[in-house]
């Protein structure tokens, strides 16, 4: 049974403008235990095996300060997916939900988002536990959880603003 790339009932695919991956930088490549889609995570855990993002050169430094940090927000491109479908059916039902209603690999710009658990960093490489991508995967950014960083550059006045 085909579980990659086809369409299943009730699904919708729509004719998406050419797909052209501009603007983007791969700044490096995923190192997972998984060579199959089929076999892949769902979502990462925080008890996941040790995952190696090798980061390319120019970028390596900019590591820097990235072990204190207990976890990590990493931003990969699906590079497998197609990204035409606007209703998806997840459970191969029939039923759909729309495709921003879902975190599926499946949309116009495959980006994938983990909080991934900060292992170490060892020169060029990053390990992590929480991710649930194909080995080979392009890595986009990383950045600090959110939650544990507090910007550095001093307040502004959006920070400020609150609602009407
Ligand atoms: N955690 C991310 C998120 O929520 O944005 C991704 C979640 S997505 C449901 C994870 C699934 O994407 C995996 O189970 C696998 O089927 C698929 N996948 C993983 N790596 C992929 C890749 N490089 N290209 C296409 N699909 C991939």
Avoid at 18 to 30: E, Q
Avoid at 98 to 104: C, Q, Y
Wanted: proline residues 10%.
């Amino acid at each position: 049974m085909v579980r990659l790339n086809e369409i299943r009932d009730g699904e919708i695919a729509v004719a998406p403008p050419p797909a052209t991956d501009a603007g983007l930088v791969f700044i490096g490549r995923i190192r997972t235990p998984w060579t199959s889609r089929l076999e892949c995570p769902r979502q990462g855990r925080a008890d996941g095996p040790v995952c190696r993002i090798e980061i390319f050169e120019p970028w390596v430094p900019a590591l820097a300060g990235l072990e204190a940090f207990e976890r990590v927000e990493v931003l990969y491109w699906l590079h497998e997916s197609r990204r035409d479908l606007v209703l998806q059916s997840p459970g191969r039902d029939g039923v759909t939900r729309g495709t921003f209603a879902l975190r599926s690999p499946v949309r116009p710009n495959p980006i994938g988002t983990s909080l991934a658990t900060l292992v170490g960093v060892e020169g060029a490489t990053v390990l992590v536990r929480g991710l649930d991508c194909l080995d080979g995967t392009p890595l986009i950014d990383l950045k600090p959880d959110r939650c544990l960083f507090t910007p550095l550059a001093a307040p502004q006045k959006g920070d400020f603003d609150t609602g009407n």
